[in-house]
């Protein structure tokens, strides 16, 4: 089998790729936010903290 | 609590303070996320080369390898929110509150995939992207409840209330699970009845359900990554103002 057959996938090539590309996309989306709102809210921690001990 | 072997006790119980938690979560994910990937890259391997094209469906079968474990995965992270979001309303365990919502966002996103997934297989299967059979309604009644979990939990300010009230939404929103399990054997429907649990009809070739049970496998896993994730993130913020939230950020 060859890369252009493989993607083919047999003339169901959309149907196919759609599923898999919002698959990724949604999956990588809910595992990544979380990760960023932590590390953003920790980070607005830190600088509150380093405020209030200036004052 | 007799049948629960000590140890197993001990370590809920450890499990159950939020410093040890957050310490134990950090280390555990990168385990997870290793197995996770290699699961992934085995069942994706397997199902969309190795296995060979179906006889009727040709090549659109492979949207299986997702479709079926995203849909299995939005019954089970829904189960899982109500039992965490029981025990959270009977023990006030705040880390069981965590664990319910936590898992809302990655259930929903499990019941979108679901759904999508299933309306891109239907258009060349069925010739359709969408109808309102039984199958097809009550997983979308499933996406609005995990909505509706999300929704009330953001509308009510105080996050003690907000896990009783989505725990309580959660626990009556379970009637739509058998619901949809048996939707396929109780009304006539499009959607193509139980092809793994249905033990009179094996019809699956084990070419192309070994790929299947490890894509299951790998969404189990990334579940757990996920959910443990959004918990780490909602700990930190009902934690602010904790001795173990400004030593971590002390320790920055």
């Given at each position: 089998?060859?890369?252009?057959?493989?993607?083919?996938?047999?003339?169901?090539?959309f149907?196919?790729?759609?599923?898999?590309g919002?698959?990724?996309?949604?999956?990588?989306?809910?595992?990544?936010?979380?990760?960023v709102q932590?590390?953003?809210?920790?980070r607005?921690?830190?600088?509150?903290l380093k405020?209030?001990?200036k004052? | 609590?007799?049948?629960?072997?000590?140890?197993?006790?001990?370590?809920?119980?450890?499990?159950a303070?939020?410093?040890h938690?957050?310490?134990?979560?950090?280390r555990?994910?990168?385990w997870?996320?290793?197995?996770?990937?290699?699961?992934?890259?085995?069942?994706?391997?397997?199902?969309?080369?190795l296995?060979?094209?179906?006889y009727?469906?040709?090549d659109?079968?492979?949207?299986?390898y997702i479709?079926?474990?995203?849909?299995?995965?939005?019954?089970?992270?829904?189960?899982?929110m109500?039992?965490?979001?029981?025990?959270?309303?009977?023990?006030?365990?705040?880390?069981?509150?965590?664990?319910?919502?936590?898992?809302?966002?990655?259930?929903?996103?499990?019941t979108?995939?679901?759904l999508?997934?299933?309306?891109l297989?239907?258009k060349?299967?069925?010739?359709?992207?969408?109808v309102?059979?039984a199958r097809?309604?009550?997983e979308l009644?499933?996406?609005?409840?995990?909505?509706?979990?999300i929704g009330?939990?953001?509308a009510?300010?105080?996050?003690?209330?907000?896990?009783?009230?989505?725990?309580?939404?959660?626990?009556?929103g379970?009637?739509?699970?058998?619901?949809?399990?048996?939707?396929v054997?109780?009304?006539n429907t499009?959607?193509?009845?139980?092809?793994?649990?249905?033990?009179?009809r094996?019809?699956?070739?084990?070419?192309?359900?070994?790929p299947?049970?490890?894509?299951?496998?790998?969404?189990?896993?990334?579940?757990?990554?996920a959910?443990?994730?959004?918990a780490?993130?909602?700990?930190?913020?009902?934690?602010?103002?904790?001795?173990?939230v400004?030593?971590?950020?002390?320790?920055?």
């Open positions: 089998m060859n890369w252009q057959e493989f993607f083919a996938m047999g003339g169901y090539a149907y196919v790729w759609m599923s898999y919002i698959t990724v996309i949604v999956m990588l989306v809910i595992v990544v936010m979380p990760i932590r590390k953003q809210f920790l607005q921690q830190l600088l509150r405020r209030q001990e004052i | 609590m007799f049948l629960i072997p000590k140890p197993v006790g001990k370590f809920f119980h450890r499990m303070s939020p410093p938690f957050y310490d134990f979560t950090s555990l994910i990168p997870l996320s290793w197995i996770f990937l290699f699961l992934v890259v085995a069942g994706l391997y397997g199902g969309l080369v296995a060979p094209a179906d009727q469906q040709g659109s079968f492979r949207i299986m479709h079926v474990p995203s849909a299995w995965m939005s019954m089970f992270v829904y189960v899982m109500a039992v965490a979001g029981g025990i959270g309303l009977v023990w006030r365990l705040k880390l069981a509150e965590i664990v319910a919502i936590s898992s809302a966002s990655v259930g929903a996103g499990f979108f995939i679901a999508v997934t299933g309306s297989w239907g060349p299967m069925w010739g359709t992207w969408w309102w059979d097809l309604t009550s009644i499933l996406l609005f409840l995990y909505l509706g979990v009330l939990y953001g009510i300010d105080d996050k003690r209330t907000a896990s009783r009230a989505v725990a309580i939404l959660a626990l009556v379970v009637v739509n699970i058998p619901i949809i399990h048996y939707s054997v109780w009304w499009l959607h193509q009845g139980p092809i793994i649990s249905d033990e009179l094996p019809t699956v070739h084990i070419s192309m359900l070994w299947l049970l490890v894509m299951a496998g790998a969404f189990k896993i990334y579940y757990v990554i959910m443990l994730q959004r780490r993130a909602e700990l930190v913020v009902r934690e602010r103002n904790s001795q173990w400004k030593a971590l950020l002390e320790s920055k």
